[in-house]
């Protein structure tokens, strides 16, 4: 069982940054990739970024790349997305969310993951 906590949300203008973390239980994190994904009213809920168990690899959202980055600290069981030069379109609710290292298909597909916090509110102002 992993529980994922996030925090670092707010209220940000647009051209602003913040910096959001989640927080993991269990002693095998480091075994998870993790995946941020958000949802905003009456979407779907999108793949934003994620990374491998090893932090070798990262993946991104088009429209996010060059703007977030994805990162971990294994030795925390944490993992960070900052995100830079925010624009409202990015207003969302952000879920983490983790998956075993057994797990097969793309970063991208929300069902590929086994475990989800209960998100965070970003919301970024004109």
């Known amino acids: 069982q992993v529980q994922l906590v996030e925090s670092g949300g707010g209220l940000v203008q647009a051209g602003g940054s913040l910096r959001l973390s989640c927080a993991a239980s269990g002693r095998t994190f480091s075994t998870y990739a993790m995946g941020w994904f958000r949802q905003a009213p009456r979407k779907e809920r999108e793949f934003v970024a994620a990374?491998?168990?090893?932090?070798?690899?990262?993946f991104y959202l088009d429209s996010v790349k060059g703007r977030v980055t994805i990162a971990r600290d294994n030795a925390k069981n944490t993992v960070y997305l900052q995100m830079n030069s925010l624009k409202p379109e990015d207003t969302a609710v952000y879920y983490c969310?983790?998956?075993?290292?057994?797990?097969?298909?793309?970063?991208?597909?929300?069902?590929?993951?086994?475990?989800w916090g209960q998100g965070t509110q970003v919301t970024v102002s004109s």
């Open positions: 969310a983790s998956r075993g290292i057994k797990a097969s298909g793309s970063f991208r597909y929300p069902n590929t993951y086994d475990y």
């Open positions: 990374i491998t168990w090893s932090g070798g690899s990262t």
